[in-house]
C-alpha cells in the first residue's frame, strides 16, 4: 500500500501550518522591531485559521488532512487507524513542523531568542494549569467539530470552514493564557529550532487530552454507531 503519499502529505500540510502561522509571529515581530507597528498576534491567529482551511482542502483526499498528533491518536484510539500507520503519521508531522520551525530560523534569526520562532509561551502570570485547561477544552471543541463534519458522517463540503474557524475561535479564546495552539506539532517545530521548551508538556497534555475527551464523547452518544474500523 502507497501510504507514502499520505505521509508526505501529512508532513507537507504541517510545515505549510507551522512556517506560514508561526512565521506570521515572528514577521509581526521584525515589523515591530523595524519601526513599523505590526499587526498583533490577533493577527497570527488569524493567518492560522485561514492556512487550516487551506491544508483541509489541498490535503484531504489524500491523507485525511490530520496535521495534528492529536488528531492521529484520535484516531487511533478509536479504531479507525492501526498503530503502524500512526505512528507514522505523526512522525511526518513532527518531522514537517521541524523543518519549518529551522526554515523560520534562517529567515528570522531575531526571533529565536525573542518570541523563540513563533512557538507558545504561557500569558504573563497563568499558571501552567490554566494553560493546560484552556488547552484542553478548545481542542475539545475542535476535534470534534472535525468529527462531527469530517468524519462521523460523509464529510460535507464546507466541512473544511467549519473546521479552521472553530481553530480560529479556539486559539484566539486561548492566546493570552497558552497562546492557542491546539496542536502539539505547532509548538514542537519552533521549539526545537529555538531551543524553547518551557512548560513544553502543556501543548502536548493538554491538547491530547481534550481531544480523546471529544472522540470517545462523540463515538458513544453521537455516532449512532460504533467507531469503524
Same mark, same amino acid.
Given at each position: 500500500m502507497n501510504n507514502y503519499k499520505k505521509y508526505i502529505a501529512e508532513s507537507l500540510g504541517t510545515l505549510l501550518l507551522?512556517?506560514?502561522?508561526?512565521?506570521?509571529?515572528?514577521?509581526?515581530y521584525? %515589523?515591530?522591531m523595524a519601526g513599523g507597528q505590526g499587526a498583533g498576534y490577533a493577527?497570527?491567529?488569524?493567518?492560522?485559521?485561514?492556512?487550516?482551511?487551506?491544508?483541509?482542502?489541498?490535503?484531504?483526499?489524500?491523507?485525511?488532512?490530520?496535521i495534528n498528533?492529536?488528531?492521529?491518536?484520535?484516531?487511533?484510539?478509536?479504531? *479507525?487507524?492501526d498503530a503502524g500507520t500512526a505512528a507514522f503519521y505523526i512522525i511526518s508531522q513532527l518531522l514537517g513542523a521541524v523543518i519549518a520551525g529551522f526554515f523560520l530560523r534562517i529567515l528570522f534569526p531575531d526571533a529565536v531568542s525573542t518570541v523563540h520562532l513563533g512557538t507558545c509561551?504561557?500569558?504573563?502570570?497563568? @499558571?501552567?494549569?490554566?494553560?493546560? %485547561?484552556? @488547552?484542553?477544552?478548545?481542542?475539545?471543541?475542535?476535534?470534534?467539530?472535525?468529527?462531527?463534519?469530517?468524519?462521523? *458522517?460523509?464529510? *460535507?463540503?464546507?466541512?473544511?470552514?467549519?473546521?479552521?474557524l472553530v481553530y480560529l475561535f479556539g486559539a484566539l479564546v486561548a492566546s493570552s493564557i497558552s497562546g492557542g495552539a491546539l496542536n502539539p506539532a505547532r509548538v514542537f517545530g519552533p521549539a526545537v529550532a529555538s531551543g524553547h521548551f518551557d512548560y513544553?508538556?502543556?501543548w502536548w497534555l493538554g491538547p491530547v487530552s481534550g481531544g480523546l475527551g471529544a472522540v470517545f464523547?462523540?463515538?458513544k452518544i453521537f455516532s449512532g454507531k460504533s467507531a469503524e474500523k
Open positions: 507551522v512556517f506560514i502561522g508561526a512565521g506570521a509571529v515572528c514577521a509581526n521584525s %515589523l515591530k493577527w497570527a491567529i488569524v493567518v492560522f485559521g485561514i492556512v487550516v482551511v487551506a491544508v483541509v482542502y489541498a490535503t484531504s483526499y489524500i491523507s485525511g488532512s490530520h498528533p492529536v488528531v492521529t491518536i484520535s484516531f487511533l484510539v478509536t479504531g *479507525r487507524m509561551a504561557l500569558g504573563k502570570g497563568v @499558571e501552567f494549569w490554566k494553560a493546560l %485547561l484552556i @488547552e484542553a477544552v478548545m481542542t475539545f471543541l475542535f476535534v470534534f467539530t472535525i468529527f462531527a463534519t469530517a468524519v462521523g *458522517r460523509p464529510p *460535507r463540503v464546507l466541512a473544511g470552514v467549519a473546521i479552521g513544553h508538556f502543556v464523547l462523540y463515538d
